[in-house]
């Protein structure tokens, strides 16, 4: 038997490790009666596709980040929310694998799109690379920020003081070199691979969002596995929420160091609680904008998250 | 049978039986998703969708529309005219006109076709007129049409931009160097073949005449200026340079030399999105056959039937050109660079080969390939703008691939011809 | 009766046509109108990009069934060339056909694409429409093509001659290729 895995990122990156750990996992718990097939980004089309092609039962397992899973199921957009996860990754740890919220109330909407939600994890809080110091939101005055062509993402950096611009992912490094743009916001593995930190000086933590993916994987092909297998998936999802985590610390540190050891005049930012809270503060309206939008119960998801990440306003 | 044998023979029997190229890709696919794939059919139009929906993409349409209007200006004859004038007095000066020629209207267009259709029309005759052989004049228009694919902007370059997710404004200046190289190639066996054959020169041209022909030429050259520098200073991606190219196009036609009338733009934008239409659902149709091969594992399969996982990276660039250019003799260059590159650029990665080079190497490959026979497409460009036969189109082809292929092994081992102006503009 | 088909397919040709030639002309401008927000006004168009795929798919589809009315699809020629004018007939009459029958197969494919869409009710991320509404053109022009294909086939049945579509008939002067 045969399960295909597609993710969204490059082999070596936190999604590939996650898939390579699982392939691992499910070979040895059932002896090879399994194999493991996995797909890196582009193999099979872009994310969109990748989502499609898990609903329509081409692949049994697939990533899905908020930005795109947003076209499918709006409700998950509230993970694009700023400052809705807790500054303590053993929070979100906790949260993002066994909420209630997430996985009893969320995952009925993937059941409409013949989606099974099998588990989220975060893969590095988004770092702002900037060309200009950012402390407050003041700082953002007329720097032209490349965000992805998502509603909410553009609101978000809208209210924190920056001029949002759309721009294609291949366009972001030579943007950033030609001042096409000023700034861009990725997790900070992401900047290492595709070198952003060559053409910006500084790297900015304001703690504002983590990098958060789903797995999905087909509703009828879960539904149609024995107890066991369901069992042993069950088993297989716990074990690779300890390994994510430790994995893409790792990733993101060893990332980190490389950066610091090829730019050595890179200047690493950490804005302290103070300067989280005026980010924080100056975005507080986008929770309220993503509800007028998006509707359904997204006012109920949003509240319930935040009692639980311990993030309510 | 197993997939990987079924479709390829699909392929080309449909192919060589005369099908519309996207029948073959297109059926292909068909197959595979019948037999072989326990997957819906839809997904073969989702892909298929997919394929022709990168942002970057638009730029073809509008590199093509801005030809188009160029074209239907002076703007080709008004360059031949620059080139005459500077280089018409030396042995060989009209075949290396063609060759200069071509190399500034591919700054212009982005395909082979459109400059030898642009360039082959009026030079031609000016070459049987003075004394060049048919089958020289008409392999030099061939391959020197590569050029312009070289030069931004490279409907080539986009579409490997796109699938290999490389950055298209490095390829573009990146492009440049061999193009040039190429150009001096050539330029020294066209003077050869000129003092061989004791071809006659033209009377040298003062400066009042050359600096009328800049003057007149000079809204034309500032094609390159405005394509080159608006990606070197950043003030636009390559996508959009390719939209302002219009703008300036239209400017430069319509307002100024007034050989274009507003009420024609509309004309040209029709045939445009046609040309546009038959590129794109190639790219549709080829995406949907490549998603079919990596789906079922073939690159994997086919890199180690071949060794070449961890192989040394100069064998890989080989592979790769070898690759393309087969490829190219037989399909399409737009296609050739859909299926193949996905194919190898794990590979490429992997060798901590730059991306960049690759991508040239390819253009050039793929650029070479369709000049080259069996079935090269710039070939039956040729055959139909010409109206002469195959066999006498494509006899004085084989200097001139050879020295293609020089050129794309000096590429390989001085990779600095390619890679300093992007270096220069982005690092 | 072919008289009616062919009145009626020349109106789609008006039709096709003006669509295509606005189509480039907005996807320039809507692509420059974002350059100028970008430099001057430091903002962009968010749904910028969304109108360029919108439109792209719309030139492509629509655009295909325009190209086989004039008999402009890219093939290689080299094999049939060499036939005779009989044998050079019934293959072309094979390749309509053969290509028809693909794209009404397509066009049935698409169909099932956008079915499935409107059930999943996927929204374009900037505009947040229906996604759909852009897929619309696929079925549309696969089974327009098609019917040229047919209408292609049919003529090089019943008059002499080797036909690319109805109104095209297959020589150099028709293969004037002008990308
Ligand atoms: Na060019
Ligand atoms: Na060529």
């Known amino acids: 038997e045969e399960w295909k895995f597609a993710h969204e990122e490059s082999p070596g990156d936190v999604q590939d490790l996650y898939a390579q750990e699982f392939k691992r996992l499910v070979e040895e718990k059932t002896d090879g009666d399994v194999s493991v097939t996995i797909y890196t980004y582009g193999q099979l089309g872009t994310e969109n596709d990748i989502t499609e092609l898990t609903a329509a039962g081409a692949v049994q397992f697939s990533n899905a980040s908020p930005g795109h899973l947003g076209t499918f199921v709006p409700e998950i957009q509230v993970f694009g929310v700023p400052y809705l996860l807790s500054q303590d990754n053993e929070v979100n740890k906790k949260v993002l694998s066994g909420s209630p919220t997430i996985y009893d109330g969320l995952s009925k909407d993937f059941d409409t799109k013949g989606l099974k939600l099998y588990t989220m994890y975060p893969e590095g809080e988004m770092v702002w690379t900037t060309k200009k110091e950012v402390e407050k939101p003041a700082d953002f005055d007329g720097v032209k920020f490349r965000v992805m062509t998502s509603p909410i993402l553009i609101e978000s950096y809208k209210s924190f003081g920056a001029d949002p611009v759309a721009l294609p992912w291949g366009e972001v490094y030579s943007g950033l070199q030609t001042s096409v743009i000023d700034a861009q916001v990725n997790p900070i593995f992401f900047v290492e691979s595709a070198k952003f930190y060559e053409v910006t000086d500084y790297l900015i933590y304001a703690g504002q969002q983590q990098y958060t993916t789903t797995v999905v994987s087909n509703a009828d092909f879960y539904a149609g596995l024995s107890d066991e297998r369901k069992e042993m998936l069950a088993e297989v999802k716990a074990e690779l929420d300890d390994f994510i985590y430790d994995a893409q610390t790792k990733a993101n540190e060893a990332a980190l160091d490389r950066i610091k050891e090829a730019k050595p005049d890179i200047k690493v930012i950490r804005l302290d609680d103070e300067q989280r809270a005026a980010f924080k503060e100056a975005s507080k309206g986008i929770g309220a904008s993503l509800v007028d939008e998006v509707g359904g119960d997204t006012q109920e998801v949003l509240d319930a998250l935040r009692k639980e990440f311990g993030t309510a306003m | 049978m197993d997939l990987g044998t079924t479709i390829l023979l699909v392929m080309l029997v449909l192919l060589v039986l005369g099908f519309p190229m996207m029948v073959p890709l297109a059926t292909a696919s068909v197959v595979a998703f019948m037999f072989y794939m326990p997957i819906p059919e839809r997904i073969l139009i989702q892909q298929m969708v997919t394929g022709i929906s990168p942002v970057a993409l638009i730029a073809v349409p509008m590199f093509i529309f801005a030809a188009d209007i160029v074209t239907k200006g002076h703007t080709a004859n008004r360059l031949i005219d620059l080139a005459m004038t500077f280089v018409g007095h030396v042995r060989g000066g009209l075949a290396v006109t063609t060759a200069l020629g071509c190399t500034m209207f591919g700054a212009v267009s982005g395909s082979t076709q459109a400059t030898v259709v642009a360039m082959g029309g009026p030079l031609r005759p000016k070459m049987l007129k003075a004394g060049y052989e048919d089958k020289f004049a008409m392999a030099l228009i061939i391959n020197a049409s590569d050029i312009a694919f070289l030069i931004p902007p490279s409907i080539g370059m986009i579409v490997f931009g796109v699938v290999g997710k490389v950055s298209i404004g490095e390829l573009f200046l990146a492009g440049i160097g061999p193009g040039i190289l190429i150009l001096l190639m050539f330029s020294a066996y066209c003077v050869y073949y000129a003092k061989k054959n004791n071809i006659p020169t033209i009377p040298r041209m003062n400066w009042t005449e050359r600096g009328k022909a800049v003057v007149n030429a000079g809204p034309a050259i500032m094609f390159p200026v405005l394509i080159v520098g608006g990606i070197y200073l950043g003030w636009v991606s390559p996508t959009e340079v390719a939209a302002v190219a219009v703008i300036y196009a239209i400017i430069l036609e319509v307002l100024i030399f007034k050989s274009v009338k507003w009420s024609e733009l509309l ?159 982005f690092h | 009766m072919l008289g009616i088909l062919k009145r009626l397919d020349d109106g789609l040709s008006v039709i096709e046509r003006q669509l295509l030639g606005w189509s480039i002309v907005i996807m320039a401008v809507n692509t420059v109108a974002n350059v100028i927000m970008r430099l001057v006004f430091s903002s962009s168009i968010f749904f910028s990009e969304e109108l360029n795929q919108f439109l792209i798919i719309l030139v492509t589809f629509v655009g295909i069934s325009e190209a086989a009315r004039m008999g402009r699809h890219i093939r290689m020629s080299a094999f049939t060339d060499m036939l005779g004018p009989k044998a050079s007939k019934v293959m072309m009459i094979i390749i309509t056909l053969g290509t028809a029958s693909l794209l009404f197969l397509l066009a049935w494919y698409s169909i099932d694409y956008v079915s499935s869409l409107i059930q999943s009710n996927r929204l374009t991320p900037a505009l947040r429409i229906p996604y759909y509404f852009t897929v619309l053109w696929v079925p549309f022009g696969l089974t327009v093509t098609g019917i040229q294909f047919v209408l292609a086939a049919a003529t090089n049945i019943f008059r002499p001659g080797t036909h690319l579509s109805y109104r095209v008939e297959d020589t150099f002067e028709a293969e004037d290729i002008h990308l």
């Open chain 2, 267 to 425: 004309d040209i934008a029709r045939s445009t999105g046609l040309i546009t239409a038959v590129v794109f659902i190639l790219v549709g149709a080829g995406t949907t056959f490549s998603f079919v091969i990596s789906f079922a594992q073939i690159p994997q399969h086919v890199i180690g039937a071949l060794g070449l996982e961890g192989a040394n990276p100069y064998v890989i660039l080989a592979a790769i050109s070898i690759a393309f250019f087969v490829g190219c003799m037989f399909v399409d260059p737009i296609v050739v660079i859909l299926v193949l590159t996905p194919i190898f650029m794990p590979l490429v990665n992997a060798a901590g080969l730059d991306p960049v080079l690759v991508g040239t190497l390819v253009t050039l490959q793929v650029a070479i390939g369709s000049a080259t026979p069996p079935f090269g497409c710039d070939i039956f460009t040729a055959i139909a703008i010409f109206r002469r036969p195959y066999a006498e189109v494509i006899r004085g082809t084989p200097p001139f691939i050879i020295m293609l292929l020089l050129a794309a092994v000096i590429l390989m081992f001085v990779p600095q011809i390619a890679l300093f102006l992007p270096e220069l503009a």
